[in-house]
């Protein structure tokens, strides 16, 4: 199977749906199904095995894979004899100029997968009824893609299930934060997203977290009027005099002295 090529896809614009929906298709012949484009992108995001052929290239596929094709690409399915499932969107790309993103014909997003689908099925929903609301969510899962396909382009980049965990310590700063299940979110082994936050920040995840915390509440001292108490509940650390201790030996200051070096400069 020949590597992935690389895809260059319009995003700074709102894409423009033709169609999406969830194919089941029946059992498969011993010939390729072929599809003709025209000037369409096509997104499919897969639950079944079997072969993908974009132009000249096979590739394979099976549940979380995610394929993009696109306008003008000779595309061509071939099933295994088991039932087929796939989640399809054909749209055109937001317009020319502005910024493009590389995306690889080929994801394999790992836990990503199950959010990205729901996001597109959302968007099945809507289309019938809200065309502008399913445009939008599929947008923003394009977005994700072109993180994603950045991520896998560039050696040395964020491993995609690294963005999702730090997609869901964001979400979490004001709340307990419980590292085994950063890691159960994320797809990966404890000890493997261990290895990953220490080649990607030279930290712990523990510490990681703690550095969030610490800059999120360096914002809200700074910038906001927030009384302390709150701003310690506002990252996860409602005890007040840990949370002295913490800004104290992070910032150098207490959280006092860290909201008023803000005003004095203000002045």
Request: proline share 7%; charged share 25%; net charge positive.
């Amino acid at each position: 199977m020949a590597e992935s090529a690389i895809r260059r896809l319009a995003i700074e614009n709102r894409p423009r749906l033709l169609r999406l929906g969830v194919g089941r298709v029946p059992l498969p012949g011993p010939e390729w199904m072929r599809f003709d484009l025209a000037d369409y992108w096509a997104l499919h995001l897969y639950r079944y095995r079997g072969e993908l052929r974009l132009g000249e290239t096979v590739h394979e596929v099976y549940p979380g894979t995610i394929s993009l094709a696109p306008p003008r690409t000779p595309l061509a399915y071939r099933w295994r004899p088991e039932p087929s499932e796939h989640l399809y969107v054909l749209f055109r790309a937001g317009g020319r100029g502005g910024r493009s993103i590389a995306v690889p014909a080929l994801l394999r997003p790992g836990a990503v997968f199950e959010r990205l689908y729901a996001a597109l099925i959302e968007a099945v929903g809507y289309f019938a009824v809200e065309p502008l609301r399913a445009e939008v969510r599929l947008w923003d899962v394009l977005w994700e893609l072109a993180e994603l396909g950045e991520s896998a382009g560039q050696r040395g980049g964020a491993h995609p299930a690294l963005r999702e965990a730090q997609r869901y310590i964001e979400q979490r700063l004001s709340g307990r934060i419980c590292v085994p299940e950063v890691a159960r979110h994320a797809g990966l082994s404890h000890n493997h997203l261990i290895r990953l936050f220490n080649a990607q920040f030279g930290a712990s995840i523990a510490a990681y977290i703690r550095r969030r915390r610490v800059e999120h509440a360096r914002h809200l001292l700074t910038r906001t009027t927030l009384p302390i108490k709150a701003v310690a509940a506002e990252i996860g650390i409602p005890d007040l005099q840990r949370f002295n201790k913490i800004i104290r030996r992070e910032l150098g200051d207490s959280p006092r002295g860290v909201r008023g070096v803000r005003r004095v400069g203000e002045g």
